[in-house]
Antibody
């Protein structure tokens, strides 16, 4: 059974940092693109970042580029999102998602975690 | 950046009837479009990829159609459990992997 379990969310002050993680099981993690997608309270879905199977490529939304870093540890079946210089508008539920596409594109997202809540507030 | 516009924003349909949800892309995205269902307090669930391919375990009541800039998600034989917000997402031109703003479906 495919499982994605996020952790590490919490309350942080504006300008602060936080690292969220996603532990996966039930599939060969190193064979898939992975992504982070967030959802602000009561709002729609916003793609945040993608990372290629071997970590050699990553891509970011304009809203987080330069502040967030996506990474992965294939030996530990884990995905990470390091978030720096956090802003109030970064408050959201952060989902990790598996890419359902080919080796050159994450494509659609075929499995999602339950999400971890990040709240940025003073 | 590709803009996806979903319509209507909200839809109220009776049980047993059919719901038709639309997603329009600002540029030709070929058939690289997915549909997701999200219920309150739950993560999104993939329904359809490649515009018309149902994901594993998705009943045949859910069907996707369209190509290029116009796409439709049709849900037939509506059940109360189908109440949710439905999102489209394109993956032809990325990054960014854009989502539509969602259609809230109510089963009245």
């Amino acid at each position: 059974e495919v499982q994605l379990v996020e952790s590490g969310g919490g309350l942080v002050q504006p300008g602060g940092s936080l690292r969220v993680s996603c532990a996966v099981s039930g599939f060969s993690f190193s064979n898939y693109w992975m992504s982070w997608v967030r959802q602000a309270p009561g709002k729609g879905l916003e793609w945040v970042a993608n990372i290629k199977e071997d970590g050699s490529e990553n891509y970011y939304a304009d809203s987080v580029r330069g502040r967030f870093t996506i990474s992965r540890d294939n030996a530990k079946n884990s995905l990470f999102l390091q978030m720096n210089s956090l802003r109030v508008e970064d408050t959201a539920l952060y989902y990790c998602a598996r890419g359902g596409g080919s080796s050159w594109s994450p494509g659609h997202f075929d499995y999602w975690g339950q999400g971890t809540l990040v709240t940025v507030s003073s | 950046e590709i803009i996806l516009t979903q319509s209507p924003a909200t839809l109220s349909v009776s049980p047993g009837e059919r719901a038709t949800l639309s997603c329009r892309a600002s540029r030709n995205v070929s058939n690289n479009l997915a549909w997701y269902q999200q219920k309150p307090g739950r993560p999104p669930r993939l329904l359809i990829s490649a515009a018309s391919t149902r994901a594993t375990g998705i009943p045949a009541r859910f069907s996707g159609s369209g190509s290029e800039t116009e796409f439709t998600l049709t849900i037939s034989g509506l059940q109360s459990d189908d109440s949710a917000v439905y999102y489209c997402q394109q993956y032809n031109y990325w990054p960014p992997n854009t989502f539509g703003q969602g259609t809230a479906l109510e089963i009245k």
